[in-house]
């Protein structure tokens, strides 16, 4: 018996050691490769200053009609993320994408993120930038914001249009996350060995071999950072304080929804909602995952000017 627990003890000891050196040996080359990685971003965009701080945008294209894009929770680039949807509205709108704090080349910041606080910056970046009419879209979460967006500044908004956008009581949003272990893993490196393991992502033909570089490094910086985590901490409140809200009636919804959501059938029927709570609303079911806009973004932008020109027509 005590041979056993002799045994036990140095096997114990031994697997303690490794893990000590493993986890060691990661929060150094995470700590060092940041360093190094930082050097290697390219910019893009310009910046405006919003609260202090430097919030970065990217302004392209021309037409009539701007449009506003706003990402979905955690992104890490939202402008190489929408980058190809980017390229095909620019041909006939002005496009302008807004990084959040805590996103893409954008600062991060202290400010809670609340919806209320995180609307205000936005809409600060484009009084900045002179915008006073504009679509919004947005994807995911953009969704939540959206609505507190468009209520608070509808002289603004012409219309809101939605890649799979969340909708005030959609199941499972009240999740609390480990935010303290999480932000463990990062200083340790280990979000860092994960994301070599599975590899950058964005493995469709839309997105060169350059864009994956950069959205990995970016995601390297920002995954997990302060400001990150401070939003994932909210995603409970603000989908709690957006219950029982809407759009305005009056504004127009161009809502494209993933069709075939597995884990939640209701999925298309909650956007059928939201569109009949308004006078002019329409949603457009889509074969693809999620991310709508990484392999169907020309089917999008093709369906967003069909949709304007209906209006249009109705109009005239």
């Known amino acids: 018996?005590?041979?056993?627990?002799?045994?036990?003890?140095?096997?114990?000891?031994?697997?303690?050691?490794?893990?000590?050196?493993?986890?060691?040996?990661?929060?150094?080359?995470?700590?060092?490769?940041?360093?190094?990685?930082?050097?290697?971003?390219?910019?893009?965009?310009?910046?405006?200053?919003?609260?202090?701080?430097?919030?970065?945008v990217l302004i392209t294209g021309q037409g009539s009609e701007d449009v506003v894009l706003l990402p979905g929770f955690g992104t890490a680039s939202p402008v190489l993320d929408f980058e190809p949807l980017v390229a095909d509205l620019a041909e006939?709108?002005?496009?302008?994408?807004?990084?959040?704090?805590?996103?893409?080349?954008?600062?991060?910041?202290?400010?809670?993120?609340?919806t209320q606080n995180i609307v205000s910056e936005v809409h600060e970046a484009l009084r900045s930038l002179d915008l006073d009419r504009y679509i919004l879209m947005g994807h995911s979460i953009a969704g939540i914001y959206g609505i507190e967006y468009a209520n608070r500044y509808p002289d603004e908004v012409s219309a809101f249009v939605g890649i799979d956008t969340s909708v005030p009581g959609q199941p499972n949003m009240d999740t609390v996350f480990?935010?303290?272990?999480?932000?463990?893993?990062?200083?340790?490196?280990?979000?860092?060995?994960?994301?070599?393991?599975?590899?950058?992502?964005?493995?469709?033909?839309a997105y060169s071999d350059e864009a994956r570089e950069q959205i990995a490094l970016i995601s390297n910086r920002n995954s997990l950072s302060p400001t990150y985590l401070d939003e994932m901490t909210h995603i409970r409140t603000n989908f709690s304080d957006a219950l029982g809200t809407g759009f305005p009636s009056d504004l127009p919804l161009l809502l494209f929804v993933e069709a075939h959501n597995a884990n939640n059938p209701d999925w298309v029927a909650l956007h059928e909602a939201q569109a009949a709570s308004v006078a002019d609303g329409t949603v457009i079911p889509v074969?693809?995952?999620?991310?709508?806009?990484?392999?169907r973004s020309s089917e999008i932008a093709d369906g967003?000017?069909?949709?304007?020109?209906?209006?249009?027509?109705?109009?005239?």
């Open 178 to 205: 480990p935010t303290d272990l999480m932000a463990v893993a990062k200083n340790l490196g280990l979000v860092r060995l994960l994301t070599a393991v599975s590899g950058p992502g964005y493995d469709f033909p």
């Open 1 to 56: 018996m005590k041979k056993f627990a002799k045994r036990t003890l140095i096997t114990v000891t031994a697997v303690g050691a490794v893990l000590v050196l493993g986890l060691s040996t990661t929060t150094i080359v995470n700590a060092v490769a940041s360093d190094a990685e930082q050097d290697r971003i390219e910019t893009y965009g310009e910046t405006v200053t919003v609260d202090g701080r430097e919030m970065n």
């Open 287 to 295: 074969d693809a995952d999620h991310y709508l806009h990484h392999t």
């Open 92 to 114: 006939d709108h002005r496009v302008i994408v807004v990084e959040p704090f805590g996103y893409g080349l954008s600062d991060g910041t202290d400010r809670e993120r609340t």
């Open 304 to 316: 967003l000017r069909a949709w304007e020109r209906a209006r249009i027509a109705t109009a005239g």
